[in-house]
């Protein structure tokens, strides 16, 4: 009963402890129906962000070539330090100068904002590869836990998002075209002052996680061993009173493993590049209010997916990962092509197509967040190598990268979508 309570108590410190993950870069996305309208750039800034973002990846870039040069010697728990601590200073200065501009490239630009997602990508980013690598410190069954966790910094922001009233149709007066909003019961400032104080929370559990007794009986001491066999790896895990090794089966080749990072490269291409920068275009030819619905639905396909693979299965066959694969790149497809027929897309300013285009948009977002559990869970407990989890975070952040750079080229550069504001008329033929 006693290790049963410290599994608990370990699950939920882990689940805190994600949480400065990505809390910091959501809530940015999810607050852009306010930024926005003080923003010089419009309903163009996220395509800046996405970019912003995905030059961000210079972290993970760093991170895998000490990788490649340390191999286990890298301690990827000091960068977890530098990242919580930068993360909530980056936060803070959001907070008070999100809305700030600066001449620069011939108009006014969101230069501080810009700087700032960019410096918070960077440390997102680069946990995705850091807080994966120190997972193979405990046991395989906890990695659910930061998998929930890492999804509620998605759902989080959505909430506090809808406590204070963010979004809703537009008021449009006579005469005139420009919009008018209601106001929100509190400010962007607070709201990005509540996730400093979250990510307080968060280094609290990573403290306790590292100096407390709490998860000493699911901690994993790894022996590395360049002398491993080919289908089996010893692991040391510390019980109480004393550490017992143990030999794990291990059935994974080289050959499913790359295949598996593969299929989150290419998952990762569409749900962290394409995806996000398309957004607006794909759902505001459907009314304001159907794109502040989508902003609130979509985050909660994260945590779902991990209450998937909590309930139901969380390692699945090759195939039937692939399968899911080729659906939710279908179901991304269609949310594409809404996106490039944008502002009069199929039943623009219906109902139906409202539905229909955001239940695509969820469906290719939950199914792409549980490919990449059931691909982490596999090789968290199949592959022999341990620093198999920290690729997987590697290949997923380098297919961001891949999937934002041209996506920006499109929406800046080519102009190839087109944007719908509010009060204005589109497609009166």
Known sequence: MQRDRSFYLTAILLILFALSTWLDVNGVWVELPLIVNQAPEGWALPSYLTLAIAFSNIGPLFIMLLKVCFRERLNERIFIYIEIFVGIISCALIAEYWKTTHFFAGRQRSVILLIL????????????????????????????????????????????????????????????????????????????????????????????????????????????????????????????????????????????????????????????????????????????????????????????????????RSILKFTSIFILFVFAVLASLYVIIVAFLSPCPPLHDTTGGAILVIGCYFLAYLIFYYVRLVIGNRIRQEYQRNSGLFWLGAASQMGSLVGAIPMYILVNISNLFKSRYPCQSYCIN
């Open 117 to 312: 997602v960019f410096l918070l990508g960077t440390l997102d980013t680069t946990s995705t590869v850091t807080y994966a690598d120190y997972m193979k410190r405990y046991d395989s069954k906890l990695l659910n836990a930061l998998y929930l966790g890492e999804s509620l910094t998605s759902l989080l922001p959505s909430v506090l998002a809808t406590v204070q009233g963010v979004g809703g149709e537009p008021i449009c007066r006579e005469n005139t075209t420009y919009p008018e909003y209601s106001s929100p019961r509190f400010s962007v400032q607070v709201y990005f002052w509540i996730f400093v104080g979250i990510i307080l929370l968060s280094f609290l559990a990573f403290l306790i996680l590292e100096f407390s007794n709490v998860s000493k009986p699911h901690r994993i001491a790894l022996l590395h061993d360049t002398t491993q066999l080919p289908t089996t790896y010893e692991l040391s895990i510390q019980l109480e009173p004393k550490s017992v090794s143990v030999i794990v089966s291990s059935s994974m080749t080289k050959k499913g493993y790359y295949t598996l990072l593969f299929i989150g490269f290419s998952s990762s291409i569409v749900l962290f590049g394409i995806l996000p920068s398309i957004g607006t275009y794909a759902v505001l030819p459907y009314s304001q209010r159907a794109y502040y619905i989508s902003s609130i639905i979509l985050p909660i396909s994260n945590p779902l997916s991990v209450l998937i693979g909590l309930f139901m």
